[in-house]
């Protein structure tokens, strides 16, 4: 299952860059072709760094359990078939960044896709630390059950970009920047058991 979703991932971020079409201008004219396509290449670096992170996060999600159960494989085709849609959102935010008319409209689209996608993910986590069964002995499954909240940020930080995307599209994609280089330098742990046993005998030996 793990490397079915590592497969799907690989291959979304790899569409990211086929987005990215050549310039026809030709010889001096290249340099000024290849500057129109600044939108394409702050999007793409965007979008390729919050898949990143998603695909960082599933796979820490999934080295702790030791067993799937049929709800969670549909779960999982959930974040995989939301994940699939980013380049296309990511298409159309880069191509209308820049046009007056449109560009909060490919702003909102862009912002509301990765509430859902959020949510979906929220879903998949719930479920996993519900009742704890598809884990490691080694999890400490109320610990992890803890971590609920912080997992859900992005549910909360997610519209907030929805709201700025109606002002800024610019500045939207720089949200979402700045969002994506949070959770990529503020990893949520899973809780183990063989830690906290670690931890308590460390403090027994001070004492």
Known sequence: MEAFSDGVFAI???????EIKVPEEKGSE?????????????????????????WVNHHTIFVHLKKVDRPLMFLNLLVLMVVSVIP????????????????SIAAVLYSAWTVVYALAFLGLWWHVTR????????VDKDGARATRLRF????????????????????????HFLIALYYAANQ???PLVVEEER?????????
């Open 131 to 138: 009742v704890g069964h598809l884990f490691h002995e080694r």
């Open 30 to 54: 290249l340099w000024h072709g290849l500057w129109e396509q600044w939108p394409h290449y702050a999007a793409y670096v965007v979008s390729f760094l919050i898949i990143g992170v998603m």
């Open 12 to 18: 979304v971020i790899t569409i990211l860059v086929l």
């Open 152 to 175: 859900g940020l992005g549910a909360v930080a997610y519209p907030l970009t929805v709201v700025l995307s109606l002002f800024s599209a610019t500045l939207t994609l720089a949200a």
């Open 88 to 103: 296309w959102t990511t298409s159309v935010l880069a191509e209308n960044l820049t046009d007056a008319e449109s560009a």
């Open 188 to 190: 949520i742990p899973i």
């Open 199 to 207: 931890l308590e005998s460390a403090s027994d030996l001070r004492k």
